[in-house]
């Protein structure tokens, strides 16, 4: 299901999510996305200038709440800023985005920004990333709601754990670094057995 980013669902779904996590004004929003809608170039172009004003602040946000996307976002910046590129183009230019990339990116029930680990490969795939099963030393880890390695206690309010592959032993083992696991803000090694790292729980974001 999709929605269509008429001027007052865009600005009540869309800018007020944006102006929550980086600050821009709700004038701005309103003009950049429920005006007419960009060309492709003019567009690739807005999204690049709102990143270089507020991306930097938003990352930096993240990067110091000691939660494991931290770490994350620290070894791959790239990620993040290109999956927040890729939705605001979308936007820009009049299209849509998937109803639940966008409930994944904004939240439906965190504060705008506070993309769940678990929701980040499908994000990351919208955004045009490989994501597979198979562990790469530099890819990013994700372990969704039911795996041993993100607390499965927590049931259906489980954000899931992400963690960053340092290398993949010829055992099929993968040594990771990773962030609160279990400790907010402190960053620790590890290495996930082969009979976790290879389940169905687990994805890689390359």
Same mark, same amino acid.
């Given at each position: 299901? +999709?929605?269509?980013? %008429?001027?007052?669902?865009?600005?009540?779904?869309?800018?007020?999510? =944006?102006?929550?996590? $980086?600050?821009?004004? +709700?004038?701005?929003?309103?003009?950049?996305?429920?005006?007419?809608? $960009?060309?492709?170039?003019?567009?690739?172009?807005?999204?690049?200038?709102?990143?270089?004003?507020?991306?930097?602040?938003?990352?930096?946000?993240?990067?110091?709440?000691?939660?494991?996307?931290? #770490?994350?976002?620290?070894?791959?910046?790239? *990620?993040?800023?290109? $999956?927040?590129? @890729?939705?605001?183009?979308?936007?820009?230019?009049?299209?849509?985005? /998937?109803?639940?990339? %966008?409930?994944?990116?904004? &939240?439906?029930?965190?504060?705008?920004?506070?993309?769940?680990?678990?929701?980040?490969?499908?994000?990351? @795939?919208?955004?045009?990333?490989?994501?597979?099963?198979?562990?790469?030393? &530099? %890819? #990013?880890?994700?372990?969704?709601?039911?795996? @041993?390695?993100?607390?499965?206690?927590?049931? /259906?309010?489980?954000?899931?754990?992400?963690?960053?592959?340092?290398?993949?032993?010829?055992? &099929? %083992? =993968? *040594? *990771?670094?990773?962030?609160?696991?279990?400790?907010? &803000?402190?960053?620790?090694?590890?290495?996930?057995?082969?009979?976790?790292?290879?389940?169905?729980?687990?994805?890689?974001?390359?």
């Amino acid at each position: 299901m +999709t929605y269509t980013h %008429s001027a007052s669902r865009l600005f009540t779904r869309t800018a007020i999510s =944006v102006v929550a996590a $980086l600050g821009i004004s +709700t004038s701005t929003a309103a003009v950049a996305n429920a005006a007419t809608p $960009l060309s492709v170039p003019q567009a690739k172009a807005q999204a690049q200038q709102t990143w270089a004003e507020k991306g930097p602040a938003y990352q930096n946000t993240i990067n110091h709440d000691g939660q494991c996307g931290a #770490l994350a976002d620290v070894k791959r910046p790239d *990620v993040l800023r290109n $999956l927040t590129l @890729k939705i605001w183009t979308t936007q820009f230019e009049g299209g849509t985005v /998937p109803q639940n990339i %966008s409930d994944e990116y904004y &939240g439906t029930n965190e504060p705008a920004g506070g993309l769940a680990a678990k929701f980040w490969p499908s994000v990351a @795939k919208y955004a045009g990333y490989k994501v597979d099963k198979h562990a790469t030393a &530099g %890819s #990013l880890m994700v372990f969704q709601p039911g795996s @041993k390695w993100a607390d499965p206690e927590k049931g /259906p309010k489980n954000p899931g754990h992400i963690a960053w592959v340092k290398r993949v032993n010829k055992n &099929g %083992s =993968v *040594v *990771v670094e990773e962030e609160h696991a279990p400790v907010l &803000g402190k960053v620790a090694t590890h290495t996930v057995p082969a009979s976790i790292a290879h389940t169905r729980f687990i994805s890689y974001i390359h």
